[in-house]
């Protein structure tokens, strides 16, 4: 198991870095890095991340937390009404309730709309993107990555990743290869000034 302390100290370090920040050392690439962690510790990751958020944010950094569970959930109330996606699932095989949840959360269509919604009221200074494994296989991290680089281009974006990423693949829980993916940093590799 991995040292989430050390982890993530590794990431308040590197997000709080002026460099990360303003997107200077990118070589013209997209500001995305890539957080992945064992999924085993999904429980610890949560809370270190609402920690990191807090320790940020008091030192003058703002977080935009981009939950994809919370922000599926709250577009399907909005669609069906409150809960009735549990009515829903109840009455669909599996293959047909997944087909239904893609349609009504389409990536272009709705969700990446609602984000840009969110990212352009916001005055954050770097974007968290989490509960990535809680969305699978309703929606999944290549596509969303694919398409939140049109959006998110004002601060850096940090996907927590449930999952392993070699720097061009994500394997979500490190079970699942996603399509490739080459276009974010592992963050774990990010290198400060000394």
């Known amino acids: 198991m991995e040292d989430i302390v050390k982890k993530f100290d590794h990431l308040h370090k590197v997000i709080s870095d002026e460099d ?8 013209g690439e997209i500001p995305f890095f890539v957080a992945a962690f064992d999924p085993k510790q999904q429980i610890e990751v949560d ?8 320790k940020l944010e008091t030192n003058g ?27 829903l699932e109840k009455t669909m095989d599996k ?6 949840l893609q349609s009504i959360l389409d990536i272009n269509e709705v ?31 290549h596509n969303v990555l ?5 959006v998110a281009k004002k601060a850096p974006t940090v996907a927590f990743f449930a999952g392993e990423y ?5 394997e979500l829980f490190g079970l699942m290869k996603d399509d490739n993916y080459y276009r ?11």
């Open 184 to 194: 974010a940093f592992n963050i774990a590799n990010y290198k400060l000034k000394k």
């Open 146 to 150: 694919n398409n939140l680089q049109n």
């Open 95 to 100: 293959k047909e309730f997944k087909e239904a």
């Open 166 to 170: 070699n720097g061009y693949s994500l």
């Open 47 to 54: 809370r270190a991340i609402r920690s990191l958020k807090n």
């Open 61 to 87: 950094i703002p977080v935009l937390e981009l939950n994809l569970y919370d922000i599926a959930l709250e577009l399907l109330n909005k669609e069906l009404g409150e809960g009735e996606i549990f009515e």
């Open 20 to 27: 990360f920040l303003q997107m200077r050392k990118l070589g």
């Open 111 to 141: 969700l990446i709309p609602k984000i840009k919604g969110m990212i352009d009221a916001t005055s954050a200074k770097v974007y968290f993107l989490t509960g990535i494994g809680l969305v699978f296989p309703f929606i999944r991290s």
